[in-house]
């Protein structure tokens, strides 16, 4: 996947070209609904960092993700998934995201996801020995 | 938590699971492998460099992290109904509990309602603990088409 450049917003849009190695079905030749699943987060991801109140360098982990896989997509496609942060206020963003295809423009996948700001970026304690029981905090 | 109970009366197929592992070439390069436990389909996927979404912890991407989900609740449904062709994914909700450390991650789900076209499946992933998942997901299947369901012989919905 890469950041589509030329893309003017709202958002940020990440580009996705089909591959054999993401497919679903070896003989439909479709996306892995997983392969747009994670895309979609890592772009929600993205766009968080995209927003004018983001601090650089505060990470970031995935609350909740909700995806709609509304089109199976052909690998032969190029997916443009768009993600715009709708809400941002320093501890949870809100995310929504859509994946459709590039040149057609059908809507493949819909998305919407919740992170959390400021989790660790440093190594986490060996889980068993950490009492609270939860590394997102 | 996968108990060998589904509509059909068919019995559950660790062939046909492994059959459609074989055919998502998406599975093959996360890594996943399956066996059949006390406690019915478990998928198991081994970490890599490059399935870390944060570098600096390590953790697990949670785009891998909700495929596994994905991947562990079609093999499932696939094990259980002994299904022949795909069940396709129409919606899924994940919460991410905890962060996945660099590590083999496990996963297991079940059927909380098999319908004739639909199937709504919950799945989970943990690490060291079954007790302590590091995510859960909910899903929708719209099964495969058979005899019954082809052809508008279905009237309600």
Redesign the interface.
Known sequence: MVLDEADTGPGVAVLLPGAARLSGDDQDEVFHTGVILATLDNTAGWCIRDHPDYVEGTSMATLDLRVDFVTPASLRETLRVRAVCEGFDGDIAFVRATAETLNTKVLIATGQATFMLGTPSGPNPATPANPVGGSLE | MNKPVQAGGSLPSLALAQQQLI????????GVSLRVGPDGLETSTRSRADLI??T????L????I???L??TGMLTLVFLKALDQ?P????????????G?AQPTLGRAEIVRGGRRMANLRAVLW???PE?PIAIGRLQFLLPKTETTRGGLEVSR
């Open positions: 055919k998502m070439p998406y599975a093959a390069f996360l979404g944060n600096n912890l390590p953790a991407h949670g785009g891998v909700g495929s596994l994905d991947i795909s396709r994914l129409i919606d899924m909700d994940i919460d991410y509990l905890r962060s450390q690490q060291d603990d302590r």
